[in-house]
């Protein structure tokens, strides 16, 4: 039998390249999007789910034998209002993982974010570690803290396991000063993802999102401990940084300023 794995916000970004990524002999992706999936390719062991995790019928059905569940839909950036954030992505979250509960899934990979600790100062004596205290630097990274909480809730209670990717800047190559430390290539996010995906009983865990950078800033420890070897450092592209180029003294960078949001 197929090893099902729902994926939501498989139109995104992150989704779409991992739509392609993700393909294993045995694995049978179910692709969820608000918005219109691309369709089939001929190869490909998937079915397109049209619909929101926010509609509690659409998820009892999309989780009924899946075995883990990538959460990647919600809002994905600052600037929306809070009963926006509170509805897409901590309601959002709440629902998913009910019907996850509810449907034996075993697991959750949740694409939380660096903003849930963008406050947190970046350290010239080491890297931020994995369980940094929540210091969100946005309402968006609120979203992120409290799905994570709530994760860690359902996995406490109910053994729903959890995985958090506190993803930092995923792109096709770093264009910022700041994503010289913070770059998460597609590479190494699809590593993270599958290592996240298949590690034993992972139990609840917070692991940075980030590619193997020489300027690393943040740790690399709880990724190694599930098994993310990444293989990319954007130190690789350095010369090649055209956008932004402030040294930022916080995690969050731009979502830090002061007259942000
Ligand atoms: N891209 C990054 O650098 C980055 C960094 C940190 C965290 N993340 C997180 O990773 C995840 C994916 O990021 P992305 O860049 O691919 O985002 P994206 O905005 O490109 O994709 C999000 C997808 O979610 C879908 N969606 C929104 N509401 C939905 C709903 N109710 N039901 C079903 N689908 C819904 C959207 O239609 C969209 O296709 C997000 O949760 C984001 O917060 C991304």
Request: charged share 20%; aromatic share 10%.
């Amino acid at each position: 039998m197929d090893d099902v794995i729902l994926v939501t916000g498989a139109q995104g970004t992150i989704g779409s390249m991992l739509r392609r990524s993700l393909r294993r002999p045995g694995r049978h992706l179910r692709l969820l999007d608000v918005a219109p999936l691309s369709p089939l390719e001929p190869d490909e062991n998937a079915e397109l789910i049209t619909g929101s995790f926010l509609d509690a019928e659409v998820m009892a059905d999309a989780c009924q034998g899946a075995r883990a569940i990538v959460h990647l839909g919600g809002l994905s950036h600052a600037g929306f209002s809070w009963p926006e954030y509170l509805e897409v992505n901590i309601h959002g979250t709440y629902l998913l993982a009910e019907a996850a509960r509810h449907a034996r899934v075993e697991r959750v990979v949740y694409a939380s974010s660096n903003h849930a600790v963008g406050f947190a100062p970046l350290r010239d004596g080491g890297p931020v570690p994995d369980y940094e205290y929540p210091r969100p630097d946005s309402y968006y990274g609120v979203s992120k803290v409290a799905s994570e909480a709530l994760l860690g809730l359902y996995q406490d209670r109910y053994g729903l396991d959890a995985v958090c990717l506190r993803i930092a800047s995923y792109l096709d190559r770093p264009t910022t000063l700041r994503s010289l430390w913070s770059w998460l290539s597609p590479g190494d996010c699809t590593r993270l993802v599958e290592a996240a995906l298949t590690a034993p009983s992972p139990g609840f865990r917070v692991v940075w999102g980030v590619s193997a950078n020489s300027r690393a800033a943040v740790s690399l420890d709880e990724g190694r401990a599930i098994g993310y070897e990444p293989l990319d450092n954007a130190e690789d592209y350095a010369g090649e940084i055209t956008g932004d180029q402030t040294e930022w003294k916080y995690v969050g960078g731009p979502y830090s300023a002061p007259n942000f949001e």
